[in-house]
């Protein structure tokens, strides 16, 4: 299994990005996509999840409103929006794929991406 995230870059506050993860190496569509990220010096955080049939999403509190999820089971691919993006945001963006229920629990996905690189600033 191999997952490719795309769609990073750099943006003004206020922006927006769709950042895309292309999964390859599942025999079925159905597997959970979650996306995660690390800001310089900190440590990587859940932003959010999409389950296998994509009826449940969860986006973190904090980023309610701005950031957003969907999915794609025939081209086998995730996608988080990010929209009015702020300097808070920058970081690099990590998507990662798990069968069976979503969590935000990192640990628990076996197969992750390289991740990209969002960059917020004026």
């Known amino acids: 299994v191999q997952l490719q995230a795309s769609g990073g870059g750099s943006v003004r506050p206020g922006g927006s990005l769709r950042l895309t993860c292309a999964v390859t190496?599942?025999?079925?569509?159905?597997?959970?996509i979650a996306w995660f990220r690390q800001a310089p010096g900190k440590g990587r955080e859940v932003v959010s999840c999409i389950s296998a049939e994509g009826g449940r999403k969860y986006v973190a509190d904090s980023l309610k409103g701005r950031f957003s999820i969907d999915r794609d089971n025939i081209k086998k691919e995730g996608y988080l929006y990010l929209e009015s993006l702020q300097p808070g945001d920058t970081a690099v963006y990590y998507c990662?794929?798990?069968?069976?229920?979503?969590?935000?629990?990192?640990?628990?996905?076996?197969?992750w991406g390289q991740g990209t690189l969002v960059t917020v600033s004026s």
């Open positions: 990662a794929a798990k069968t069976g229920v979503s969590s935000v629990v990192q640990s628990e996905y076996p197969y």
């Open positions: 190496g599942f025999k079925t569509p159905y597997f959970v």
